[in-house]
């Protein structure tokens, strides 16, 4: 008796968990993918000098590699691409630091 009551609860448990359409779910994960394969590209292009998260923040404010050398670029010195960068919404200054160390004039 005792286990069809712990059954009874599994099943009101379970039941009350918001759930997703399939369709909703499979996008949700091609978007997912898509995400993790950019930021791979990104810890790729500019080595092991930047880590997971800081890569993953870079996708987020959708500065890849190219992007990145296009600011490098415009930019006439070091000071100037920091501001460009911070411009852009890179607020972590160790962040910035290293990819002024990493994005070099004439790379890309």
């Known amino acids: 008796m005792e286990e ?4 009874r609860a599994l099943v009101d448990l379970l039941s009350s968990i918001p759930t ?3 369709r909703q779910q499979l996008q949700l994960w091609r978007v997912q993918k898509e995400q993790r394969r950019r930021t791979s590209t990104l810890l790729h292009s500019l080595g092991r000098r930047v880590t997971a998260a800081q ?4 996708d ?3 500065l890849s590699y190219p992007v ?3 600011i490098r670029g415009s930019a006439s010195s070091d000071d100037k691409f920091r501001r460009a960068l911070q411009e852009h919404g890179v607020r972590s200054k160790p962040l910035r630091e ?5 994005v070099k004039i004439g790379n890309g």
Do not use: G, H, S
């Open 4 to 7: 069809i009551f712990m059954q």
């Open 68 to 70: 990145l050398c296009e």
């Open 55 to 58: 890569a993953k923040r870079l």
């Open 60 to 62: 987020v404010l959708d």
């Open 98 to 102: 290293k990819l002024v160390a990493i």
């Open 20 to 22: 997703r359409p399939a």
